[in-house]
C-alpha cells in the first residue's frame, strides 16, 4: 500500500513538472524570433516632372533601413549603362532622405538624354567604395569606371529626360 502511494505522488509530481515545462516552452516570451527583418523600401517624391535641367532635386521617403547602411543617389546612362554615384550619402531625417541635387547625364547638344536616377542602401564597405571612386575622379583626375558596390540594395529609381531647361 505504501509503495502505491508513493507511486501516485511520484506520477503526479512527475505529471506536474511536465506541464510546467510545457507550458514553458509554449511561452511566447521564450520563442526566438524567427520572422524575417523588414524589408527596407524607399520612393522618390523629387522630381515629379520627368523633364529636368542640368541638376535635378532628389528626395524621398524610406522606411525600414538596416542598421550600418546609408542612403545613396546613383546616376545612369540608360543608353551605355555607366553609373555615376553622388560624391556623397543623402540625408536621412525620420523617413525623409534628401539628396539635394543630382546631376543627370548630358547628351549632345540638342538632345533630350535619359538619365535613370536611382536610391539605393550602401553599407560601410560600399560607401569607401564610392568616396574612392570620387577621390580618383574628382581630386585625382582619373576617370575610371564605377561599379556599384557588392551588399548594395536598390530602392527605386526613375527616369529622366535631361532638356536642359
Not at 89 to 113: M, Y
Not at 118 to 129: C, N, P, T
Request: glycine residues 8%; negative net charge; proline residues 8%.
Amino acid at each position: 500500500m505504501e509503495h502505491t502511494a508513493l507511486l501516485v505522488a511520484a506520477v503526479g509530481l512527475l505529471s506536474a513538472c511536465l506541464g510546467f515545462l510545457a507550458a514553458l516552452l509554449s511561452s511566447p516570451w521564450l520563442k526566438p524570433d524567427r520572422s524575417e527583418p523588414a524589408k527596407p523600401t524607399a520612393s522618390i517624391k523629387v522630381p515629379g516632372d520627368p523633364t529636368v535641367g542640368t541638376t535635378t532635386p532628389f528626395s524621398g521617403t524610406i522606411q525600414n533601413a538596416p542598421p550600418g547602411y546609408a542612403v545613396w543617389a546613383i546616376v545612369r546612362d540608360v543608353d551605355s549603362g555607366a553609373v555615376y554615384p553622388k560624391f556623397s550619402p543623402c540625408s536621412v531625417q525620420a523617413d525623409q532622405w534628401d539628396c539635394e541635387e543630382v546631376f543627370p547625364v548630358k547628351g549632345d547638344a540638342g538632345s533630350r538624354k535619359q538619365s535613370a536616377l536611382e536610391v539605393v542602401l550602401v553599407d560601410a564597405r560600399g560607401a569607401s567604395d564610392i568616396m574612392g571612386w570620387v577621390a580618383d575622379t574628382q581630386y585625382l583626375n582619373q576617370q575610371r569606371k564605377f561599379t556599384v558596390p557588392s551588399g548594395t540594395i536598390p530602392l527605386d529609381s526613375m527616369r529622366v529626360v535631361r532638356g536642359d531647361k
